[in-house]
């Protein structure tokens, strides 16, 4: 009952929908801060000309790409067996030992050795449930919620280049910055654009495709963002779950459960599996890959002249609208907000 639980309050983590929060308008603020002057109040630029910085935010919650849950449920399926996590671990045991009889026999008593190593689990794994439902949380957070770190440059004939350039995740309410160029990955350029002023202020950004690789954004979240701020020793999966794992009292366990092999044969075949875990959950984010996941975007915002000198100094109040494409397949794009200062 408390894996099927843990696993439910899993389901239900990933499932719900992350609220976005735009960020507050520059130069909104008055002596009286529940009466705001209105947009019209606030000094419009003559020029949008500038290099600004700019953060976007995207919500995927409704239409998340359905390959991403195949890799979710990675971290369900340690945890929703009655006999889980201890017939993980074994699997992987199982998996990372060498073909013959020995692979066999044990590959055959799966349910009872777990069974076994699970009335020991305080010895063998205690933490492990706990650490890989807040891993499975986190990763349900990033999965569905992220923003982009962008700089836009745009010329006095209003012609703009976008260029992405990192990742801006928030984890249980910490907010965590990355930039492509850290971690060996190429900036995301976006050329044609073009950015209208009107007298009123108003922003019109046409209508273009950002292209990202969805699979090397969620794997940065983990290594980079998730996995650190559950076990600062460990640098990936891997490493986490050989941490959460006494592969030593597991070798010695399965052994006397199985009468078989050896215990240094055991523990060393937990220690290679729950190593080979990470890969093949790695290879599943590269698959997801094959596809790009594309933004149509198309944009309002504000310009705002904060020092009255002519030219734009923020974008406010910025909405995206479009469609959210992944390998072929359309879907309307969930609120999407975006904000800008001059650099």
Request: proline share 6%.
């Amino acid at each position: 009952m408390m894996t099927r639980n843990l696993s439910m309050s899993l389901l239900l983590a990933l499932g719900a929908t992350v609220a976005g929060c735009a960020a507050d308008a520059p130069g909104m603020s008055g002596d009286d801060d529940t009466n705001p002057p209105p947009p019209d109040s606030q000094p419009v630029p003559l020029t949008p000309e500038g290099r600004f910085s700019v953060q976007s935010d995207f919500d995927l919650a409704t239409n998340l790409p359905g390959t991403a849950g195949t890799v979710v449920n990675y971290f369900i399926q340690a945890t929703d067996d009655p006999d889980d996590p201890t017939r993980f671990i074994v699997e992987k045991l199982v998996a990372a030992l060498p073909n013959g009889s020995v692979k066999n026999t044990l590959n055959g008593a799966i349910p009872f050795v777990a069974g076994y190593l699970n009335d020991r689990l305080l010895q063998v794994a205690p933490d492990f449930v706990g650490k890989i439902v807040e891993v499975g949380d986190a990763f349900g957070q990033v999965a569905h919620h992220f923003g982009t770190i962008e700089v836009l440059d745009i010329q006095a004939n209003g012609a703009a280049v976008k260029t992405v350039q990192g990742l801006h995740f928030k984890v249980d309410n910490v907010d965590l910055d990355f930039n492509f160029k850290d971690y060996g990955m190429q900036d995301v350029k976006v050329e044609g654009l073009t950015v209208q002023l009107e007298p009123s202020g108003k922003l019109n950004f046409s209508q273009h495709k950002v292209g990202l690789k969805y699979g090397q954004i969620l794997k940065l979240a983990l290594d980079q963002a998730i996995i650190p701020m559950i076990d600062p020793s460990a640098q990936n999966l891997g490493d986490l779950l050989k941490n959460l794992v006494n592969c030593q009292a597991v070798g010695t366990y399965v052994y006397q459960a199985v009468g078989i092999g050896s215990a240094s044969t055991f523990e060393s075949a937990c220690n290679a599996g729950l190593a080979a875990a990470g890969p093949a959950l790695y290879n599943q984010l590269d698959n997801i890959d094959g596809s790009a996941l594309e933004f149509g975007l198309a944009g309002t915002a504000r310009g705002i002249d904060k020092n009255k000198d002519g030219k734009m100094d923020d974008i406010a109040t910025g909405t995206w609208t479009g469609e959210l494409k992944y390998a072929g397949t359309p879907a309307p794009l969930a609120a999407a907000k975006f904000f800008g200062t001059k650099m």
